[in-house]
């Protein structure tokens, strides 16, 4: 199983998005390139939400997403967590599973994010289940 490493051009990439701090909802995503054994960043999109991110993915295309959203504490108070969601829809090949999985952690090390969600089908990506999520992490 090949180790796909966070290309360095693109970790320079998150980082700047990462300290921007902006109120918009984004969402970086991210694949594995097999051929040049590296995990690189597919698209970054802004203002938008997890249902609508839904429609900029694929059933039978795993991602990894950073997801930065407002999340309102009980208490009122306001933050703009990121999230790591490790997408990966039912059917895919088991070798592709197998990349991906194999590659989770070191990524979410690399990215420093400290909240990981998994979802297998587009249907689970939406706000009221990203704040149950967060609800845990009072």
Not at 60 to 73: D, E, G, L, N, Q
Not at 80 to 102: C, D, E, K, N, Q
């Amino acid at each position: 199983m090949a180790t796909c490493p966070l290309a360095d051009e693109d970790y320079e990439r998150y980082k700047k998005i990462k300290m921007q701090r902006t109120p918009l909802n984004t969402a970086i995503t991210f694949r594995v390139d097999v051929k040049n054994e590296k995990t690189i960043i597919d698209e970054i999109i802004e203002d938008i939400s997890l249902e609508k991110l839904q429609e900029e993915l694929s059933e039978s295309s795993p991602r990894y997403i950073a997801y930065v959203s407002k999340y309102t504490h009980p208490d009122g108070r306001c933050s703009y967590p990121i999230v790591f969601i490790y997408f990966m829809p039912r059917g895919i090949s088991p070798a592709m599973a197998m990349t991906y999985s194999a590659n989770k952690q070191n990524l979410v090390n690399r990215l420093e994010i400290m909240k990981s969600f998994d979802a297998d089908n587009l249907e689970t990506l939406t706000e009221p289940w990203l704040k149950e999520k967060l609800a845990f992490f009072k």
